[in-house]
């Protein structure tokens, strides 16, 4: 009876000890963002928003927005997101990534900004929030050395639909393993 006891105990405390471990990606509602899926605290990924949902951003306690968005893109006004972040006095980093044509050279500049202390939490988007999670993709297996299933699990909780940009992560990642 007590080595069952112990057993059950030990499958409790483990399973609870897994799930304490888990990262748990949630949907939020603010105005002007779309596909909004949070992170704990440590990030959120979303696609299209708008420079009015600038200072909800920071009201929510983001340090920084990191827009994958090109200024080329239809409803991308890079220009007025730039200027509601300085009002609100949260950083912003615009990184132009193309989706058809994607440059590893931005995935660098992504692990920079996104892994820099003073700016986390980071709100990153795009247009979908497919780029915005393949590049939280790259992170998790370049910085956190996640494997690619964890790490593309996570990244489709997180808006990653797009397979070529799944691919461009996990190759992204293999070029620059230690």
Same mark, same amino acid.
């Given at each position: 009876?007590?080595?069952?006891?112990?057993?059950?105990?030990?499958? &409790?405390? *483990?399973? +609870? *000890?897994?799930?304490?471990?888990?990262?748990?990606? /949630?949907?939020?509602?603010?105005?002007?963002?779309? !596909?909004?899926?949070?992170? #704990?605290?440590?990030?959120?990924?979303? +696609?299209?928003? /708008?420079?009015?949902?600038?200072?909800?951003?920071?009201?929510? *306690?983001?340090?920084?927005? %990191? $827009?994958?968005?090109?200024?080329?893109?239809?409803?991308?006004?890079?220009?007025? #997101?730039?200027?509601?972040?300085?009002?609100?006095? %949260?950083?912003?980093?615009?990184?132009?990534? $193309?989706?058809?044509?994607?440059?590893?050279? &931005?995935?660098?500049?992504?692990?920079?900004?996104? /892994?820099?202390?003073? $700016?986390?939490?980071?709100?990153?988007?795009?247009?979908?929030? !497919?780029?915005?999670?393949?590049?939280?993709?790259?992170?998790?297996? &370049? &910085?956190?050395?996640?494997?690619?299933?964890?790490? +593309?699990?996570?990244?489709?909780?997180? +808006?990653? =639909? !797009? *397979?070529?940009?799944? =691919?461009?992560?996990? !190759?992204?990642?293999?070029?620059?393993?230690?």
């Amino acid at each position: 009876m007590m080595k069952r006891y112990a057993l059950v105990l030990s499958l &409790v405390l *483990g399973i +609870g *000890g897994a799930t304490l471990l888990a990262q748990t990606v /949630t949907k939020e509602t603010l105005p002007g963002v779309t !596909n909004f899926s949070k992170l #704990e605290t440590t990030i959120a990924c979303a +696609g299209a928003t /708008t420079p009015a949902a600038v200072a909800g951003l920071k009201q929510m *306690g983001y340090a920084s927005i %990191i $827009n994958l968005r090109e200024a080329s893109e239809a409803g991308a006004d890079v220009d007025a #997101e730039a200027a509601a972040a300085k009002t609100a006095g %949260i950083t912003y980093i615009h990184l132009p990534f $193309n989706t058809a044509m994607p440059d590893p050279a &931005v995935a660098d500049k992504f692990i920079t900004a996104v /892994t820099d202390k003073k $700016n986390q939490p980071a709100f990153v988007h795009c247009a979908s929030a !497919n780029r915005a999670a393949a590049m939280w993709m790259i992170k998790r297996m &370049v &910085v956190d050395k996640w494997d690619a299933d964890r790490a +593309g699990t996570e990244a489709a909780a997180l +808006g990653l =639909t !797009n *397979g070529a940009l799944k =691919t461009f992560a996990m !190759n992204y990642a293999a070029a620059h393993k230690p």
